[in-house]
């Protein structure tokens, strides 16, 4: 158990440049207090506590700003930075190494008791208020721009801004600038 707590404040401190020590994050980190409180009440609820498991989500995301369902899955190093008005959904599953900015909704599309709410595949990014709408999946080490609204499959190694949101590249490469005669003129 204190592995995983040391790999997430490691996580926060190498995520967050402006993160100055190991004791700041473990105390002053919302995200991740988020996150901490998610495993425990994940683990009621796989254990059939469901009403403590929901009182103890609804308690964190008072405490945090961060609403995450106590059935969501949510994988080892997740990262909420600055996470108020971040919402995971109850059948949304999130993989390793991902990371969320502050507004990020993970939202259900349908009412049915089935899978209605996205996967976010290891290593992926989700800017903030970025919205990612129903059983969809957000490939491996993708990234999803600030405001945008994703509502079918983004692949792997994918860059998608906009509403609705569309590629513009591959991850972690730069898109190229506004058009100069356009910006002058």
């Known amino acids: 158990m204190f592995d995983r707590l040391k790999a997430d404040i490691r996580t926060a401190l190498a995520k967050d440049p402006a993160a100055t020590s190991a004791l700041e994050v473990a105390l002053t980190y919302p995200g991740l207090h988020a996150v901490w409180a ?7 609820w796989t254990g059939d506590r469901t ?13 945090t700003g961060v609403e995450i369902h106590p059935a969501a899955a949510v994988g080892e190093r997740v990262f909420i930075d600055h996470g108020m008005g971040v919402v995971v959904g109850e059948t ?7 990371l969320l900015y502050h507004g990020v909704t993970l939202g259900g599309t349908s009412m049915r008791r089935e899978k209605r709410h996205p996967t976010v595949e290891d290593g992926a990014t989700l800017g903030a208020d970025a919205s990612i709408m129903g059983p969809i999946t957000v490939g491996e080490n993708a990234s999803v721009g ?5 509502v079918d499959d983004v ?18 490469t730069a898109s190229p600038g506004p058009d100069p005669a356009i910006a002058d003129g």
């Open 146 to 150: 600030a405001g945008a609204v994703v």
């Open 92 to 98: 949304a599953e999130i993989g390793d190494d991902v």
């Open 51 to 63: 009403l403590l498991a929901r009182l103890l989500s609804h308690l964190a995301r008072f405490l």
């Open 155 to 172: 692949p792997p190694e994918t860059t998608v801004v906009g509403n609705p949101a569309k590629p513009v590249g591959a991850a972690g």
């Open 38 to 44: 998610h495993r425990v009440a994940h683990w009621l």
